[in-house]
Structures are given as C-alpha cells and as structure tokens.
C-alpha cells in the first residue's frame, strides 16, 4: 500500500475528540478565554495531597511516535510531565512522599531516533545523576558531537544534546520526592540507575512506602486519560 493511501486511511479514523471553544481575537484575551474553558475540561478536584502516589506511565510520549518508551523518556514522564500536571500551586504528591510507578522499565533504546539516550544512559547516568554536573561536563560534548549532528540533521534522530534537557525536566520531581519505585520493572538496574527503588509487586511497594512516610499515609491512584490536570482541595 503506498504512503498517500495509508494518509488518507489513516486521516478516515475519527478522532474521540471534539471541539470544546473557539475563540479568536487579541492574543492575551483569548489566550485567558482558552485557559478558562482548558481548565475546566481538563482539571479534577482531589481531596487533599497523597502522601503516597501510584500512578501508570502511559506507552507513549511526545517524544516517542514510531519508536520506544526508553528509560530516560519514562523518567521525564513520570518525574516532568505527569508530576507537574497540577493546578492551583499544590502537587498532588506531597514534598517528600513516595511516588509509585508501574512500567516494565526495559533497558531498551531506539538507535534510530535516540541515538545519544544510550550513551546518557549507560555512560552518564552510572557516574552521577545530578543535572549541574552533567550540564557543566558533558552537555557541550554532546551537543557538538559530530556523529550526533549529522544523524540530527541527515537522519530521524533527536539532537544529541536532547536527553540532557529531559533529565533536566525530571530536576523539580527528583528534589521534592522522597522516594521513587518502579513496580514490575524487567530489568532492574534501570530504576536504579536512576536513583530510584524496584518492588515486585504493589504490596512490597507499598511496605517501602510506610518506612519514608509512615503507617498510615493518604494514598491516591491517579488514572491516566488522554490529559489531566489535578487540584488539591
């Protein structure tokens, strides 16, 4: 089947999304309008912030059409994107309280389009994951890295100095939570390698979960629609 006729079955496929505003007009009053209007479709009230979170990490990201969830795309999911996903000024997960994730965490990388998350993971990440050290020695090298440029510029691959700012993403979620397991992880050493714990199931999580917070924590399951955005009330 050639490309144009996959396009065109392709763009058949409705879509189970609609249209919830539309506004046009001077930039800032229209912007405010589409907030407003984002907010109220996309925002849930939650009763009080968790002590304990789990939460799945959905299989795909902005950064991974037509290719892997890998490590490093997992972490800025979990630690950039979805911790962030809040309204109001208050995280769902409380500063210091555990967040619990649910991936297979494979140490499984696509050359064709993250070509230098390899290299961040396995070489960088087992000598320090802290984002001013490797900014400051290895960002430069990346980003100049002649191998790296052409595949960014003649191939399919991200920029070589990409996987840093997705560590980078990852900065806020890694200082304010206390701790970090993967549940069902596959390989085990990925989670560790990023600094956080491995659990084989939900209950040996949740037993690590008591001795950072306690015994009796608030604990919350967040659920993963296409878009979500929480509110502490």
Known sequence: MSAPVKRRLFQRVPAPYECIAVHAGEVN?????????????????????????L?????VSPYSVNSILNPLLVQVMALGYLYHLYDGGVPLLKDGGVLILFHPCRDEFDARFHPSYIEFFHRLLPESTDSRYLQKKYEVEFATNPEYIKEYREGYAYHGVHPFYMWYWGETGRRRVGQVIAVGAEHQHVPERMGWENAA?????????????????????????????????
């Open 201 to 233: 199931t939900v209950e040996e999580a949740l037993l690590k979960a008591y001795n950072t917070v306690g015994p009796n924590p608030q604990i919350t399951m967040l659920h993963q629609p296409p878009v979500v955005m929480t509110r502490c009330v």
């Open 29 to 53: 009053a229209v912007h405010n309008k589409i907030l407003r209007i984002s907010k109220k479709q996309y925002v849930v009230n939650v009763k009080g912030q968790a002590d304990v979170l």
């Open 55 to 59: 939460m799945g990490i959905p299989f």
